[in-house]
């Protein structure tokens, strides 16, 4: 079913072309099943989506300018779940495993810090 049918869009993703991702992302997927989800069969769909914090540190460190403004409206958004301490750990670990994504860390964590900062007003 497409977007206008459903009034969703998911994008699928191959593990292995991701960028980054925190340790413990696969224990911490969502799993989503509605009546919305359905394949191109008509059968009941299942999506595994990441954790918003892993959505989050992944965009942050791909580091274009849509990822950032995604980051800081998925922030702003005051859900729950969604932590600044969490977000802040999984880049200092992205940057320990490569360090050619060192700087895209620091810069992400700056911004975290002033997305959070507005969300607190």
Not at 29 to 42: C, E, Q, R, W, Y
Not at 70 to 90: D, K
Not at 103 to 113: G, H, M
């Amino acid at each position: 079913m497409s977007k206008a049918q459903t009034g969703a869009y998911a994008d699928p993703v191959v593990v292995d072309e991701l960028l980054a991702l925190p340790s413990g992302w696969r224990e911490r997927l969502v799993k989503v099943a509605d009546a919305n989800l359905m394949t191109p069969k008509g059968q009941q769909g299942i999506a595994w989506c990441l954790h918003p914090n892993d959505i989050i540190v992944s965009k942050y460190i791909a580091g274009r300018d849509k990822d950032y403004e995604y980051c800081e409206i998925l922030i702003g958004l005051n859900l729950p779940e969604v932590n600044q301490s969490t977000i802040e750990a999984g880049l200092d670990e992205i940057a320990r495993m490569s360090p050619d994504k060192r700087e895209a860390a620091q810069i992400a964590k700056a911004s975290t810090a002033r997305a959070f900062e507005r969300r607190s007003r």
